[in-house]
């Protein structure tokens, strides 16, 4: 199956620094690189996502990229915010019925 | 519209007892899957189900039965719980063909 490995395990930044997070995956054939925020105690949710037809994609103050070539998708976030400290998800999905998740980024945004 | 629902929040069982979890969800979606979260392992797919009367594995099914009757609900089976099941499950839902999932609050569920 597919394997997505992600990186950094853990993050600090300063209020209004960038954040970026990386994930490779190994099997070619992923279309689908969705991205999960998950706060304490709550379940994941969907913050942005990518298709492999597409090679960036943004909205607001996060940004996706995709190289398909190198298998690897990297997460963006401008301007943190203390709001956005939280442990972040990559995913990549073939058929988009089975998702294989990273190891998860806790991210914390220092005021 | 309370989106996916999963019952019990915390449940702790012994060795060898057996028990479901609860998940539903008011979106009519088509599609809902299980997932088991475990420290530094992320988030890893036991079943999904594409429509009532339709589930497969996913990449941890052993120890978990799954069965999909209507559209709304999607139970999760632990038949003979053991330790290695302690984690927090969470369902998800989305519309097929889509990709958002939609994650229910999780249940935490610890084998003793």
């Known amino acids: 199956g597919e394997n997505v490995e992600q990186h950094p395990s853990t993050l600090s930044v300063q209020e209004g620094d960038s954040a970026v997070i990386k994930c490779t995956y190994s099997d070619s054939a992923s279309n689908y690189f969705p991205w999960y925020k998950q706060e304490l105690g709550k379940g994941p949710q969907l913050i942005i996502d990518i298709r492999s037809n597409v090679g960036e994609k943004k909205d607001q103050r996060i940004a996706v990229t995709l190289n398909k070539t190198a298998k690897h998708f990297s997460l963006h976030i401008t301007e943190t915010q203390p709001e956005d400290s939280a442990v972040y998800f990559c995913?990549?999905?073939?058929?988009?019925?089975?998702?294989?998740f990273g190891t998860g980024t806790s991210l914390t945004v220092i005021p | 519209n309370a989106g996916v629902t999963q019952t019990p929040k915390f449940q702790v069982l012994k060795t060898g007892q057996s028990m479901t979890l609860q998940c539903a969800q008011d979106m009519n979606h088509e599609y809902m899957s299980w997932y088991r979260q475990d420290p530094g392992m992320g988030l890893r797919l036991i079943h999904y189900s594409v429509g009532a009367g339709i589930t497969d594995q996913g990449e941890v099914p052993n120890g978990y039965n799954v069965s999909r009757s209507t559209t709304e609900d999607f139970p999760l089976r632990l038949l003979s719980a053991a330790p290695s099941q302690t984690s927090v499950y969470f369902c998800a839902s989305r519309y097929t063909g889509k990709g958002e999932q939609y994650f229910g609050p999780g249940t935490r569920l610890t084998v003793t």
């Open positions: 995913a990549a999905s073939i058929t988009g019925n089975q998702f294989y």
